[in-house]
Structures are given as C-alpha cells and as structure tokens.
C-alpha cells in the first residue's frame, strides 16, 4: 500500500502504479492486481498534506528484492507514505465501499458498541 500526495492528479496516480508494476516486473515478480482507494482526508498531516490518495497492490516477490522496491518507493517524491506486508497465503483484494458503515455495528453487521453501566 502506497499513498500520494494532495498536489498528485489522477495521470500521477496511473504513473505511479505503472512505475510499481515496472519496479515488480524488473525483479522478477508478477503484480496481481492494483486499485486506487480513493482520496481521503488524513487523520494527521503529512509533509504539509492534509488529504492523499491511497493504492493498493498486491504481488508476488522475492524477498531479496524487497529492498530495491522499498529504496524506489522511498525516493519517489509523489509518495509520501507507504507500507510492504508479507503473506504466506494469497489475500483477496479489498473494495473500499462508499456506503457509510452503520453507526454501532461492524461489517459482520454484529453490534460492537460497548454494554451501558446501570
């Protein structure tokens, strides 16, 4: 996962999954898929940005060229945050949803606000 920040358009957000599939393709890797999240506000500011918009990819890599992919996502400029998780297992991909959760329940639609104290 990757996030740009609020001065990157939707051309850098194309460039920028394209340069990470480049960067994962060179190593040898293959990229499963990618998705834009969206644009979000930050729950804190970023290098003077207060919103970013979040990528998601996942790919298979060899471990010995996760430092090539790390160093790249450090020196992109448009790249203000990211994160590298390893899996064992494939993990399906997450659609955002733009439907508000529903206040008091979790996406398993179980009720997980807390008992009230008499």
Known sequence: MWLL???AD???GVASVEKVSALIKDGGGELDNAALWG?????????????????????KLESSEMPTLERALDA???????????????????????????RGRDRGGRDNRRPRRS
Do not use: C, W
Not at 39 to 59: H, Q, V, W
Not at 76 to 102: A, G, T, W, Y
């Open 10 to 12: 939707e051309d850098a």
């Open 39 to 59: 644009r979000r506000t930050l729950s804190y500011p970023i290098d003077k940005n207060k919103e970013g918009s979040y990528f998601l990819a996942n790919f």
């Open 76 to 102: 992109d400029q448009d790249v203000i945050r990211h994160i590298l998780i390893r899996h064992d297992k494939p993990v399906p991909m997450v659609e955002e949803s733009d439907e508000p959760e529903e």
């Open 5 to 7: 920040g609020a001065d």
